[in-house]
T-cell receptor, first 113, second 115 residues
């Protein structure tokens, strides 16, 4: 079935470190891919998206490239800040005539000063 | 920026009781969704709603669940007879269209605790 797999957390980094959170997917057809972020006590916020192969989504210094050949959508940021501490969810949509979001399990990021 | 709002933020209910979770989607959105997240598990799709009817539902969304848009602004999720395993964070979302490339906007969630 359709699914999203994320790397286990928590990921702990020092401020200004490089971030990668791995995300791979299994899907029939050509899904749209998303990263959502959840800050403490808040809901899910869209961080970025990509809707076709080789698209790069970017926002707030975060980037992810839709790689069809490796079925991946890894999240990267060159220099993290303490304020980036949150839970990050990879998700897909648009498979099997459905527009529901299918989420990964989430990866908690903790950035230390 | 327009927001999806959910009330209450936390609901505590005795097992077997009915509970209604409320959501106000973004005003010009037409598609509405409920998701839930049991503690430590993935966010799971429950149901989508368009034009006053359910457009898709998951296996989780059994006869104990129902959704309604009672007026032009609210969207509700009702659980008729709550079970312990219904304890979870429930998220409402809305989108302007159903196209997969259009983002769904989420509320802050209602934490439901069943005693």
């Amino acid at each position: 079935g359709n699914s999203v797999t994320q790397m286990e957390g928590p990921v702990t980094l020092s401020e200004e470190a490089f971030l990668t959170i791995n995300c791979t997917y299994t899907a029939t057809g050509y899904p749209s891919l998303f990263w959502y972020v959840q800050y403490p006590g808040e809901g899910l916020q869209l961080l970025l998206k990509a809707t076709k192969a080789d698209d790069k989504g970017s926002n707030k210094g975060f980037e992810a490239t839709y790689r069809k050949e490796t079925t991946s959508f890894h999240l990267e940021k060159g220099s993290v800040q303490v304020s980036d501490s949150a839970v990050y969810f990879c998700a897909l949509s648009g498979v099997d005539s459905s527009y529901k979001l299918i989420f990964g399990s989430g990866t908690r990021l903790l950035v230390r000063p | 920026e327009p927001e999806v709002t959910q009330t209450p933020s936390h609901q505590v209910t005795q097992m077997g009781q009915e509970v209604i979770l409320r959501c106000v989607p973004i005003s010009n959105h037409l598609y509405f969704y409920w998701y839930r997240q049991i503690l430590g598990q993935k966010v799971e799709f429950l149901v989508s709603f368009y034009n006053n009817e359910i457009s898709e539902k998951s296996e989780i969304f059994d006869d104990q669940f129902s959704v309604e848009r009672p007026d032009g602004s609210n969207f509700t999720l009702k659980i008729r007879s709550t079970k312990l395993e219904d304890s979870a964070m429930y998220f409402c979302a809305s989108s302007a269209t159903a196209f997969s490339n259009q983002p769904q906007h989420f509320g802050d969630g209602t934490r439901l605790s069943i005693l």
